[in-house]
């Protein structure tokens, strides 16, 4: 019943913006985060940025922070990732996860903190 469906990726030169949106069911996203993973070729997933449902806390991976703004609209069940200044770099696929499970101690951007997962959009930044 968990649904995560990602889209808004493309191509697009450095320095150039894309937003990508993570519209999900099928769980109270109220009470959930929501994170962003992208994962390159022949790289590990890493964690970018994730977001409280509940409290709107946030988390950004060093290499975004400043450029990458991660937002929720309970309303309408979705999270948005706005990508600016976007480098060669940034280039993955990437993902949006829930977290699902609730423990005592949680990691951000860990992956395997978050239980369900989308099927991924593509993002390829030019030089």
């Known amino acids: 019943e968990v649904q995560l469906v990602e889209s808004g990726g493309g191509l697009v030169q450095a320095g150039g913006s894309l937003r990508l949106s993570c519209a999900a069911s099928?769980?109270?996203?109220?009470?959930?985060?929501i994170g962003w993973f992208r994962q390159a070729p022949g790289k590990e997933r890493e964690g970018v940025s994730c977001?409280?449902?509940?409290?709107?806390?946030?988390y950004y991976a060093d290499s975004v922070k400043g450029r990458f703004t991660i937002s929720s609209d309970n309303a309408k069940n979705t999270v948005y990732l706005q990508m600016n200044s976007l480098k060669p770099d940034d280039t993955a696929v990437y993902y949006c996860?829930?977290?699902?499970?609730?423990?005592?101690?949680?990691?951000?951007?860990?992956?395997?903190?978050?239980?369900?997962w989308g099927q991924g959009t593509q993002v390829t930044v030019s030089s």
């Open positions: 996860a829930a977290r699902g499970v609730v423990g005592a101690i949680f990691l951000p951007l860990v992956a395997y903190e978050y239980d369900y």
């Open positions: 977001i409280s449902s509940s409290d709107g806390s946030t």
């Open positions: 099928g769980f109270t996203f109220d009470d959930d985060t």
